[in-house]
């Protein structure tokens, strides 16, 4: 499962790239509002980033306008996805989109019928939001589970889990197949920590510094290689 990162603030696009994890990004009105700039800016600068898809959502309501929104998106950066809402006119608006070539990621999918009917829009994406139904009391395990099922495994679109509130959805989406996660900063820190990783380090570290010729010993050699690399 590829992962992406969750966002519209470009610090913290730059923080998690460098750890060489992300092959794509998402964003959203909300994301987006957050910060200070001409969001133009800020989907260019993530899209340079990850060198992967980035997605920006566009925001009218009625499919021309959408349509018109999605061109402009695309036009700010070749690996641009336009994020379109599900609805009729959302359905509307990704065919037409996505008959110009442009890749879409259908938001906000809520069922396996709402995503049938988005893998046949032409839909590249199909997002669907884990936290958001678990915020109701609906199982988002049950309804993702449905959704990759339901678009069989040769399916065209890809199964995006969105709304990651912790690691266990993350782990949760990738055991029922999705092609794509999409995760916050914070989220993509909480998969970082494991008790027995963090001293396991610290052992190593002291176990090594009780043998300080050993210590030299690596220095030296780093250096040797480090010459013989110039
Ligand atoms: C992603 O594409 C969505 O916009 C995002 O994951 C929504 O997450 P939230 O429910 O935490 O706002």
């Known amino acids: 499962m590829k992962l992406f990162i969750d966002t519209g603030s470009v610090a913290e696009v730059e923080e998690i790239a460098a750890w060489g994890v992300l092959s794509g990004a998402t964003t959203n009105p ?7 700039g001409d969001p133009g800016d800020s989907i260019r600068r993530i899209c340079e ?12 309501e009625d499919a021309r306008s959408m349509v018109a929104e999605g061109r ?45 009917l988005t893998v046949e829009a032409g839909a590249t994406y199909v997002s ?9 009391s609906i199982d988002s395990e049950a309804v993702l589970g449905e959704i990759v099922e339901a678009l069989g495994p040769n399916r065209d679109a890809q ?16 055991k029922l197949g999705c092609e794509v996660a999409t995760i916050p900063a914070k989220v993509l820190k909480a998969m970082l920590a494991h008790p027995l990783t963090e001293s396991g380090i610290a052992r190593f570290a002291d176990d090594w510094k009780s043998r300080p010729e050993f210590g030299k ?8 290689s480090t010459a013989a690399q110039r």
């Open 30 to 36: 909300t994301l987006l509002a957050k910060e200070e």
């Open 49 to 60: 980033l990850v060198d992967g898809p980035v997605s920006g959502e566009v925001v009218s």
């Open 72 to 116: 402009a998106l695309a036009g700010l950066d070749d690996r641009v996805v336009v994020k379109v809402p599900f609805s009729e006119e959302g359905l509307a608006a990704t065919r037409e989109l996505a008959s110009d070539g442009i890749p879409v990621n259908e938001t906000l999918v809520f069922s396996a019928a709402q995503a049938l």
């Open 128 to 136: 669907c939001f884990m936290g958001r139904l678990d915020d109701i």
């Open 159 to 174: 199964v995006l889990a969105a709304s990651m509130r912790h690691p266990m959805h993350v782990v949760i989406a990738a």
């Open 217 to 224: 010993w690596l220095r030296g050699l780093v250096e040797e």
